[in-house]
Nanobody, 122 residues
Framework: QVQLVESGGGLVQAGGSLRLSCAASGNIFSINAMGWYRQAPGKQRELVAGISSGGTTNYADSVKGRFTISRDNAKNTVYLQMNSLKPEDTAVYYC????????????????WGQGTQVTVSS
C-alpha cells in the first residue's frame, strides 16, 4: 500500500546537526499534514513538528528556533533539520503522514514510519 521510509538518524555530539528525511511511496492520491514525532525511553510519543500541505508549520516549544520542518510535495517527502542538538533530544523519531489513497477517500489514513534513532551525546 503506502510506505513511509525514514533516514538520517544517527549519533551526534551536543551542538551538532542532523537532517531527517521521510519519503512516502505507494498508492497515494494526496498527502495532507505531515509531521515528526519522537519517543524517548520511558516517555510518551510527542509531536516535534508538523507541516500542512500548504506549508504552515508548528513546533514543540522545546525545539523552536533549533529545528525546521519542510516538505517537497512533488517527492512526497518531509524533512526535519535539527540544529544545536541537546542530549534531551535523544529519542526514536517517527514520521507521520495523513494520506488519501484515492480521490473518493475523504478521511485520510494516518500512517507511520518505522522510526529512526537519534542519539545526542554530551
Amino acid at each position: 500500500q503506502v510506505q513511509l521510509v525514514e533516514s538520517g538518524g544517527g549519533l551526534v555530539q551536543a551542538g551538532g546537526s542532523l537532517r531527517l528525511s521521510c519519503a512516502a511511496s505507494g498508492n497515494i492520491f494526496s498527502i495532507n499534514a505531515m509531521g515528526w514525532y519522537r519517543q524517548a525511553p520511558g516517555k510518551q510519543r510527542e509531536l516535534v513538528a508538523g507541516i500542512s500541505s500548504g506549508g504552515t508549520t508548528n513546533y514543540a516549544d522545546s525545539v523552536k528556533g533549533r529545528f525546521t520542518i519542510s516538505r517537497d510535495n512533488a517527492k512526497n517527502t518531509v524533512y526535519l533539520q535539527m540544529n544545536s542538538l541537546k542530549p534531551e533530544d535523544t529519542a526514536v523519531y517517527y514520521c507521520n503522514a495523513d494520506v488519501r489513497h484515492t480521490v473518493l477517500q475523504h478521511i485520510p489514513s494516518s500512517l507511520w514510519g518505522q522510526g529512526t534513532q537519534v542519539t545526542v551525546s554530551s
